[in-house]
């Protein structure tokens, strides 16, 4: 059983990255040479609300920015969905230097982080939970970080992740214009995949940003700074907290642009 298969024990999941029968896991490598232009591909459109914004949470794989998703005041539109997703979190996976941390990867090229905003399909579910166990339940973008400039807005969030250095720790944050962390470019790559941690459901239509956005590397240094270990445990540091690739298996890559 998994138990055995020692290459695949990895520390954060404990044996959990192989889900038996999956057949459209994540994060996988885009091939841009594989990917298929789709020219009905509209941008993807977001409209968040910087008030429904509520609190950071430590939730032992990485911190979660979460929403108010009662109303439809935070959504994403457009692109491959057919209909709106509400904003449920955010959150950011990444390396313990700045050589690897992203999920994805493009042409086999590893950025040092990657953001992930995690929307809800409302018009078919009620509620998150719910549709995190749908095959089209779940939208995430993901944002590929670089190291260059300072991420001016970002430096808010950097700011009170001490207060959230251990597991279960939550601070409230209640005014954050999370379109401030997509890149300026429209294009992305679009495919059917999973969550990257458990439950690992394959609820998730995946939109990833073609263009990074720019950190510096003092903001990445405090994400590695935060616990995954909880007040009173042997401290482990909040660092590679991202899956290994999985199998492309029979799936296309779509792109919004040539
Ligand atoms: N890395 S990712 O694929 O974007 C990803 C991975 C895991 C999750 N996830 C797993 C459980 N939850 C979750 C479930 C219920 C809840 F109230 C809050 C949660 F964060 C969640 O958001 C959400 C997104
Ligand atoms: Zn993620």
């Known amino acids: 059983n998994l138990q055995d298969n020692r290459a695949n024990l990895h520390p954060l999941w404990k044996g959990e990255i192989d889900v038996p029968g999956g057949s459209r896991q994540s994060p996988i490598n885009i091939r841009i040479r594989d990917s298929v232009f789709h020219p009905q591909l509209a941008p993807v459109h977001t409209q968040y609300d910087p008030n429904t914004c509520l609190h950071i949470w430590n939730n032992g794989y990485s911190f979660f920015v979460e929403f108010d998703d009662s109303t439809d005041k935070s959504i994403v539109s457009g692109g491959p969905l057919e209909n709106p997703f509400r904003l449920k979190q955010f959150h950011f996976h990444w390396g313990r230097n700045n050589d690897w941390g992203s999920e994805h990867?493009?042409?086999?090229?590893?950025?040092?982080?990657?953001?992930?905003?995690?929307?809800?399909?409302?018009?078919?579910?009620?509620?998150?939970?719910?549709?995190i166990m749908e095959p089209n339940g779940l939208a995430v973008i993901g944002v590929f970080l670089k190291i260059g400039k300072q991420h001016e807005k970002l430096q808010k969030l950097v700011d009170i992740l001490p207060s959230v250095r251990?597991?279960?720790?939550?601070?409230?944050?209640?005014?954050?214009?999370?379109?401030?962390?997509?890149?300026?470019?429209?294009?992305?790559?679009?495919y059917s995949g999973s969550l990257t941690t458990p439950p690992l459901t394959?609820?998730?239509?995946?939109?990833?940003?073609?263009?990074?956005?720019?950190?510096?590397?003092?903001?990445?240094?405090?994400?590695?700074?935060?616990?995954?270990t909880a007040v009173g445990e042997e401290e482990k540091y909040m660092v590679?907290?991202?899956?290994?690739?999985?199998?492309?298996?029979?799936?296309?890559?779509?792109?919004?642009f040539e």
């Open 105 to 131: 990867t493009v042409d086999s090229r590893v950025f040092p982080a990657e953001l992930h905003l995690v929307h809800w399909n409302c018009s078919k579910y009620r509620t998150f939970e719910e549709a």
């Open 166 to 190: 251990y597991k279960d720790a939550l601070t409230e944050f209640n005014y954050f214009d999370a379109s401030c962390l997509l890149p300026s470019c429209v294009d992305y790559w679009t």
């Open 202 to 228: 394959e609820s998730v239509t995946w939109i990833i940003m073609k263009k990074p956005i720019e950190v510096d590397h003092s903001q990445l240094a405090v994400f590695r700074s935060l616990l995954f």
């Open 240 to 256: 590679d907290n991202f899956r290994p690739l999985q199998p492309i298996m029979n799936r296309t890559v779509h792109s919004s």
